[in-house]
Structures are given as structure tokens and as C-alpha cells.
């Protein structure tokens, strides 16, 4: 299997943290235009290019990375989903990166929406649920699914490489 799933990946306190911030009225977004989403999806780059890019990249990031462990950090970034951007659709398939690296998405609260693997044509569907990290290799094909019940849909997504 290229994926795994870990449900309740951190202890309440710091996933409550993480997602207190993520969520807040006062966090910044960025509209990006891609072609995955028709109508894009919005973005906050943690890390990126080989450089710290956000003042909270140590606070989203030091609790996930001590149980990750990674040898070095490709790309962080907090994504959020809205499902009216979607327009009823699920987003194209695709790899963050295709280079032996790992990539995780931590979901920050329940939906009816997820993301869908592609793990040797075997298309399984992975539910956004609060606290739960998927963690799957950098060539899986994966796609984001619209949240039917709810507008929003927050997420961590980290690609990253690990010992060997």
C-alpha cells in the first residue's frame, strides 16, 4: 500500500490549537487560480522554495513535524476548500511532487467532502475528519471531493522527505 491513515494524529490540545488558528477570522488567504479546481481554492504557503514563508509556519508546523519527522521539508501550506468553487465537481487527479518525497494532508474539521487515492488504479476515498493525517507516497495520484455538507473544508498539506 503507497498510503496510510493516522486518526487522531495529535493530542486535542495541539490539534485545537493548529485548527483555532487555521480557522480564525484573522488568518490570511490567498485566491489561487490552478487547474485543478475550476474555480481555484484559497491558500496560505507555510514554507515553500526552501524558505520559511509565514510568520506561523513554526506554530502550525512544530507539533505535526515532531511526529513526522521529516529529513527535509519540500513544501507546507494550509489549504482552504470552498465547496461552491467546486462546482459540483471533484478536482483534477494529481501529485504535489513525484520526487521520493512524502506527502501528508491533515484535515482540520469533519465533512462529508475528502480526497480520493489512486493507489494501483484502486480508488479509494479517504473522508476529511478533524485530527485525521493521510500520509501517501509522492507519486500517488490523489484529487480533492467537495464538502456536500459544508462550505468549507480546511487543510494541512506538507511534502516532505523521510529516512529511508
Same mark, same amino acid.
Not at 502550525?60 to 513535524?65: A, P, R, W
Given at each position: 500500500?503507497?498510503?496510510?491513515?493516522?486518526?487522531?494524529?495529535?493530542?486535542?490540545?495541539?490539534?485545537?490549537?493548529?485548527?483555532?488558528?487555521?480557522?480564525?477570522?484573522?488568518?490570511?488567504?490567498?485566491?489561487?487560480?490552478?487547474?485543478?479546481?475550476?474555480?481555484?481554492?484559497?491558500?496560505?504557503?507555510?514554507?515553500?522554495?526552501?524558505?520559511?514563508?509565514?510568520?506561523? $509556519?513554526?506554530?502550525?508546523?512544530?507539533?505535526?513535524?515532531?511526529?513526522? =519527522?521529516?529529513?527535509?521539508? /519540500?513544501? @507546507?501550506?494550509? #489549504?482552504?476548500?470552498l465547496s461552491s468553487l467546486?462546482?459540483?465537481?471533484?478536482?483534477?487527479?494529481?501529485?504535489?511532487?513525484?520526487?521520493n518525497n512524502f506527502t501528508?494532508?491533515?484535515?482540520? $474539521?469533519?465533512?462529508?467532502?475528502?480526497?480520493?487515492?489512486?493507489?494501483? =488504479?484502486?480508488?479509494?476515498? /479517504?473522508? @476529511?475528519?478533524? #485530527?485525521?493525517?493521510?500520509?501517501?507516497?509522492?507519486?500517488?495520484?490523489?484529487?480533492?471531493?467537495?464538502?456536500?455538507?459544508?462550505?468549507?473544508?480546511?487543510?494541512?498539506?506538507?511534502?516532505?522527505?523521510?529516512?529511508?
Open positions: 500500500m503507497n498510503y496510510k491513515v493516522i486518526k487522531n494524529f495529535l493530542d486535542k490540545d495541539k490539534f485545537i490549537k493548529i485548527k483555532d488558528i487555521v480557522t480564525g477570522e484573522d488568518f490570511p488567504w490567498f485566491h489561487k487560480s490552478n487547474n485543478e479546481v475550476e474555480g481555484g481554492y484559497f491558500s496560505h504557503a507555510l514554507f515553500h522554495n526552501n524558505d520559511v514563508n509565514s510568520t506561523f $509556519n513554526k506554530i502550525l508546523t512544530s507539533d505535526i513535524y515532531e511526529v513526522l =519527522n521529516p529529513v527535509a521539508v /519540500i513544501g @507546507a501550506r494550509a #489549504n482552504l476548500l467546486f462546482c459540483g465537481r471533484k478536482s483534477k487527479w494529481h501529485t504535489d511532487y513525484d520526487n501528508a494532508i491533515y484535515y482540520l $474539521n469533519n465533512t462529508d467532502g475528502g480526497t480520493e487515492v489512486k493507489d494501483n =488504479n484502486d480508488i479509494k476515498f /479517504i473522508k @476529511a475528519e478533524e #485530527n485525521k493525517l493521510l500520509v501517501m507516497k509522492g507519486h500517488v495520484l490523489h484529487r480533492a471531493l467537495p464538502s456536500p455538507d459544508v462550505e468549507k473544508r480546511y487543510i494541512l498539506n506538507f511534502n516532505y522527505f523521510e529516512t529511508i
